[in-house]
């Protein structure tokens, strides 16, 4: 077996408006978006805004959406 299929991609980054740790989230066939600290929904991603919103909790968060691609790109691969 090469590569961890099922399990997509996760990684932590630090949201320089809010607080605490947020999590991109790409899961394999699924649509990403971020997870943020108190919070059990899936925040949506604008990337072209450079930008995350939750419809839940209603955090409006910043993240890099070049960087969103890179992962999300190499997750999909
Ligand atoms: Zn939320």
């Excluded at 099922?6 to 997870?35: M, N, Q, S, T, Y």
């Excluded at 960087?67 to 190499?74: F, G, K, L, S």
């Amino acid at each position: 077996m090469t590569g961890d299929a099922g399990a997509g991609v996760r990684v932590a980054f630090h949201d320089p408006i809010g607080d605490g740790v947020c999590v991109l989230v790409v899961p394999l066939g699924g649509k990403a978006g971020v997870e943020h600290p108190g919070c059990d929904a899936l925040a949506d991603l604008a990337l072209d805004l450079d930008a995350f919103f939750c419809p839940r909790c209603h955090r409006n968060g910043r993240v890099s959406g070049a960087w969103c691609r890179d992962v999300i790109e190499a997750g999909a691969g």
